[in-house]
T-cell receptor
Framework: AQSVTQLDSQVPVFEEAPVELRCNYS??????LFWYVQYPNQGLQLLLKYLSGSTLVKGINGFEAEFNKSQTSFHLRKPSVHISDTAEYFCAVSDRGTGGFKTIFGAGTRLFVKA | DTEVTQTPKHLVMGMTNKKSLKCEQHMGHRAMYWYKQKAKKPPELMFV???????INESVPSRFSPECPNSSLLNLHLHALQPEDSALYLC????????????FGDGTRLSIL
């Protein structure tokens, strides 16, 4: 079974600074990877996804992620963060289980952007 | 605005009550999901419906009973819940269940007295 590890539970950063949120997944023949964001009192919203092809994936709100198969990583980056980026970020992988595929979420990283 | 609509947004119920959570999507998605999310934790999968059939049940207690009346609707019937069942309950849908991202509703915040 797949697993996802988000290496940082909290990441504080100043506004307009760059940020990287780290994610590692367990190895698999084929893997589908996602980053979701959750703002307070809301559901999750897809930031970006990697299914195949180019290893650099661009998403919404200026975020991008790089798929690295040799390091089994899918780190999320943004060159300049805003106060409004303060939220919980979840890395996720699609995993085949009994009955079908399901999404396995990492524990989450709380991004806190300071003025 | 989210494309997955959940009602009610908040629900307070006693341990002997029966209530239902509702979820609706009109994106033509054929997979629908229920998740439970405790504070500061990731969503935990409860059930998956694929083409209106229950395909995954993550060993959820029988006091939670899912129902998929049609391809647009998903219900979660609640009965005799425990205080530890207090959480945010999220519904999601997707085109397929393997490589398609999920679209989430804003959830129902459930409190058990």
């Amino acid at each position: 079974a797949q697993s996802v590890t988000q290496l940082d539970s909290q990441v504080p950063v100043f506004e307009e600074a760059p940020v990287e949120l780290r994610c590692n997944y367990s190895s698999s023949v084929s893997v589908y990877l996602f980053w979701y964001v959750q703002y307070p009192n809301q559901g999750l919203q897809l930031l970006l996804k990697y299914l195949s092809g180019s290893t650099l994936v661009k998403g919404i709100n200026g975020f991008e992620a790089e798929f690295n198969k040799s390091q089994t990583s899918f780190h999320l980056r943004k060159p300049s963060v805003h106060i409004s980026d303060t939220a919980e970020y979840f890395c996720a992988v699609s995993d085949r289980g009994t009955g079908g595929f399901k999404t396995i979420f990492g524990a989450g990283t709380r991004l806190f952007v300071k003025a | 605005d989210t494309e997955v609509t959940q009602t009610p947004k908040h629900l307070v119920m006693g341990m002997t009550n029966k209530k239902s959570l509702k979820c609706e999507q009109h994106m033509g998605h054929r997979a629908m999901y229920w998740y439970k999310q405790k504070a500061k934790k990731p969503p935990e999968l409860m059930f998956v419906y694929s083409y209106e059939k229950l395909s995954i049940n993550e060993s959820v207690p029988s006091r939670f009973s899912p129902e998929c009346p049609n391809s647009s609707l998903l219900n979660l019937h609640l009965h005799a819940l425990q205080p530890e069942d207090s959480a945010l309950y999220l519904c999601a849908s997707s085109q397929g269940d393997r490589d398609q991202p999920q679209h989430f509703g804003d959830g129902t915040r459930l409190s058990i007295l």
